[in-house]
């Protein structure tokens, strides 16, 4: 079975700058997909950033970008320029292309990074 | 605007009854999720549905019951028969089952007491 670890249940960063969040998964399938959710204090989930396992290109969006190592099973997030709004927990999640059906479709989660951004 | 809603956000109910969250969509989406989350804890699977008139256990889905009768709307029910009903759930939509996005509405927090 696939899990994914997050060993930093808080972190925090002082206002513009930057921070890395470390996740670490099992898996023994070769093709599968990565992502970061973010939940801010309303508790709703938002997708961060995604990233297909057969792209050796990080994923980037905006201020935030991975540092994906399929050979280490490493998937960190690196948010740059840190921003007050920036303050939530963090989930790293895996998912299996889902091709064969049954609960491959299923989200599998970490057990979250708490970050707080210091003015 | 596209979107998840799910209500109530907060929900009481007294030991031995059952209730039923709601989760609608507006994205068009065909594939629908109920995730289950505990303090401390990433999320967990419980119903998921592919298709209208289909759904499928997840991995945590004893005491709880799903219908998928309309595309927009997966209702999940958490029977008596949930022994720790009290959590955070949050329902999730992606276009299709093999898409790997999937959205999540703002979430409802049952306590049973």
């Known amino acids: 079975a696939q899990t994914v670890t997050q060993s930093q249940p808080e972190m925090s960063v002082q206002e513009a700058e930057t921070v890395t969040l470390s996740c670490t998964y099992d898996t023994s399938e070769s093709d599968y997909y990565l992502f970061w959710y973010k939940q801010p204090p309303s508790r709703q989930m938002i997708l961060v950033i995604r990233?297909?396992?057969?792209?050796?290109q990080n994923a980037t969006e905006n201020r935030f970008s991975v540092n994906f190592q399929k050979a280490a099973k490493s998937f960190s997030l690196k948010i740059s320029d840190s921003q007050l709004g920036d303050a939530a927990m963090y989930f790293c999640?895996?998912?299996?292309?889902?091709?064969?059906?049954?609960?491959?479709?299923?989200?599998?989660f970490g057990k979250g990074t708490l970050l707080t951004v210091n003015p | 605007d596209g979107g998840i809603t799910q209500s109530p956000k907060y929900l009481f109910r007294k030991e031995g009854q059952n209730v039923t969250l709601s989760c609608e969509q507006n994205?068009?989406?065909?594939?629908m999720y109920w995730y289950r989350q505990d303090p401390g804890q990433g999320l967990r699977l419980i119903y998921y549905s592919q298709i209208v008139n289909d759904f499928q256990k997840g991995d945590i889905a004893e005491g709880y019951s799903v219908s998928r009768e309309k595309k927009e709307s997966f209702p999940l029910t958490v029977t008596s028969a949930q022994k720790n009903p009290t959590a955070f759930y949050l329902c999730?939509?992606?276009?299709?089952?093999?898409?790997?996005?999937?959205?999540f509405g703002p979430g409802t927090r049952l306590t049973v007491t």
């Open positions: 994205l068009n989406h065909d594939a």
């Open positions: 999730a939509s992606s276009i299709g089952a093999r898409v790997s996005e999937q959205y």
């Open positions: 990233q297909e396992a057969y792209k050796q």
């Open positions: 999640a895996y998912r299996r292309p889902g091709l064969s059906g049954g609960s491959n479709y299923k989200l599998t």
